[in-house]
């Protein structure tokens, strides 16, 4: 299965960050204007709607209808794991129904003195079976202005 992945540092206390991407606010704030997403319901493994924080179990249903072309992409992101330690931090959602046939997103926090490395790792199928497995290696084309934007707007948000 492919893979993506990028790193950042951001100049910011880890917990700040951690906290920062705890919520369905950084998810939102992080999301480049140019893909129209809309977050259309948030639940909490409890069934909790709107809930502080994206705990294992949390669902997020979101639409997003790239620069206005097309139909409307729509899916459920579940949190599957979540787990934080002194200084080291995860989670990892799933998308379930949605435009690819596999997704499996792991944020990953470190603390790195009063400084914070973010990183994320995409493990994906594209779809339409045999040809999307043919194009999996080049999605990257695609991955890599969105997560590129997402690590300069953590920066921009949360660094002094």
């Given at each position: 299965?492919?893979?993506?992945?990028?790193?950042?540092?951001?100049?910011?206390?880890?917990?700040?960050?951690?906290?920062?991407?705890?919520?369905?606010?950084?998810?939102?704030?992080?999301?480049?204007?140019?893909?129209?997403?809309?977050?259309?319901?948030?639940?909490?493994?409890?069934?909790?709607?709107?809930p502080d924080v994206l705990e294992t179990g949390s669902e997020i249903r979101m639409s997003m209808r790239p620069f206005g072309v097309g139909p409307t992409q729509r899916w459920t992101s579940v949190i599957t794991e979540r787990s934080e330690d002194a200084g080291a931090a995860l989670f990892r959602d799933e998308m379930r129904g949605g435009p690819f046939r596999n997704w499996e997103h792991t944020h990953s926090f470190y603390a790195a003195g009063d400084r914070t490395v973010v990183d994320d790792r995409v493990e994906y199928r594209l779809p339409l079976g045999g040809l999307g497995d043919l194009g999996g290696p080049f999605a990257w084309i695609g991955f890599e202005p969105m997560f590129r934007y997402r690590h300069r707007r953590t920066k921009e948000l949360l660094e002094p």
């Open positions: 299965m492919p893979v993506y992945s990028r790193r950042t540092v951001v100049d910011a206390p880890f917990q700040t960050v951690w906290d920062f991407h705890s919520d369905v606010a950084g998810l939102e704030a992080l999301t480049p204007g140019f893909a129209n997403l809309r977050v259309e319901s948030v639940r909490g493994p409890d069934g909790e709607s709107d």
